[in-house]
């Protein structure tokens, strides 16, 4: 097996986030120092998708209109591709989709918990903010993978439209009931937090906190413009 799939290195603590000038959010920061071992990535990445599915299947069930279950079933099916496709490259590397996986499935599962919703629209909203937020930060993460399997990781994560047909479900739902506005708004804010340290629980930090942080801090504030748009688009301040 590839040497790089036995590569190890220590994490430690690195300090939280501070303000920086938006203008960082036009950078394109490469996150390749900070990727872990090919076989770690495959694992947490693979364990997130299956919590992405449970949390658009949840979503889906709890649907008003045969229309949204329509459109859930249809994302839950291009997270179930992407799942999938990592699932065949931990098989193509003889790896143990078990032995890989669990490691991280506690924790998924506790973000899952933390970020579901209390009712419909907001279990709707957690999946459009959680997703999103999470496949751009894995595509930014998947520059520290290897040629071949970089190349396979970032097209299985860039297939399919997971966006379009969820923005479409709170667009029309915001439209018939312009009251959810303001408590989405406010339940997007409180997503933020913890998807971020979801994302921030994969990364291999190092015994340099400031220069970890100088390479962190952009990509985030990166990421938190992408979500801003997410949001703009559905007239919801993030």
Not at 140 to 158: C, K, Q, Y
Not at 179 to 195: F, H, I, M, P, Q
Request: aromatic share 6%; with cysteine; charged share 25%.
């Amino acid at each position: 097996m590839a040497s790089w799939f036995r590569r190890s290195r220590p994490r430690v603590e690195a300090p939280t986030l501070t303000p920086r000038d938006t203008a960082a959010a036009a950078l394109r920061v490469d996150l390749g120092e900070l990727a872990p071992a090919s076989d770690v990535f495959l694992g947490h990445c693979a364990a997130l998708h299956l919590v992405f599915i449970e949390q658009l299947t949840t979503a889906m069930s709890n649907a008003p209109r045969v229309a949204d279950k329509d459109a859930l079933a249809r994302v839950s099916g291009v997270v179930l591709t992407r799942y999938l496709a990592l699932a065949a490259e931990i098989e193509r590397h003889q790896l143990d989709k078990s032995d890989i996986m669990q490691p991280h499935l506690d924790g998924v599962e506790e973000f899952e918990r933390r970020t579901q919703g209390g009712e419909w629209y907001e279990q709707v909203a957690s999946a459009h903010v959680t997703i999103g937020f999470l496949t751009d930060f894995w595509m930014r993460l998947a520059a520290g993978l290897p040629g071949e399997l970089r190349g396979r990781v970032t097209t299985a994560l860039s297939s399919g439209d997971l966006e379009g047909p969820v923005h479409r479900i709170l667009e029309r739902a915001i439209a018939a009931n312009p009251k959810l506005s303001s408590r989405l708004a406010l339940w997007c804010r409180r997503l933020v937090g913890d998807t971020m340290l979801q994302a921030r629980s994969a990364l291999v930090l190092r015994d340099d906190p400031a220069r970890t942080e100088s390479q962190i801090e952009p990509v985030f504030t990166e990421l938190i413009a992408e979500h801003t748009r997410r949001m703009d688009r559905l007239g919801l301040t993030a």
